[in-house]
């Protein structure tokens, strides 16, 4: 089994910063893209960034130049760093990674369980 574990959300002030990490544990053989995406309150799931393997990154337009995805690969772990926060930012935050478990066969998408991002005007 393959699990997604989120951390790092809370309250912050508009202006301030907030730091998510996500670590994939389980049967992995390797990880490709890992990212964050976020839903507010009635809304759909929305892309915030993604990470491939390679380093390659993808922002949504609402958050270039604010936010900065990372991953270190030998931890299996993907962070967002997330800075001039505003109250629209606020959601729920969800880690997604796609990965092998076995070399060359499917390629497996999980999500984490979701960490709360409240940014307070």
């Known amino acids: 089994q393959v699990q997604l574990v989120e951390s790092g959300g809370g309250l912050v002030q508009a202006g301030g910063s907030l730091r998510l990490s996500c670590a994939a544990s389980?049967?992995?053989?390797?990880?490709?893209?890992m990212g964050w995406y976020h839903q507010a309150p009635g809304k759909q799931r929305e892309l915030v960034a993604v990470?491939?393997?390679?380093?390659?990154?993808n922002y949504a337009d609402s958050v270039k130049g604010r936010f900065t995805i990372s991953r270190d690969n030998a931890k299996n772990t993907v962070y967002l760093q997330m800075n001039s926060l505003k109250p629209e930012d606020t959601a729920v935050y969800y880690c997604?990674?796609?990965?092998?478990?076995?070399?060359?066969?499917?390629?497996?998408?999980?999500w984490g369980q979701g960490t709360q991002v409240t940014v307070s005007s």
């Open positions: 997604h990674a796609i990965l092998q478990k076995i070399p060359g066969t499917y390629e497996y998408s999980y």
């Open positions: 389980g049967s992995i053989f390797s990880i490709n893209a």
């Open positions: 990470i491939t393997s390679g380093g390659s990154t």
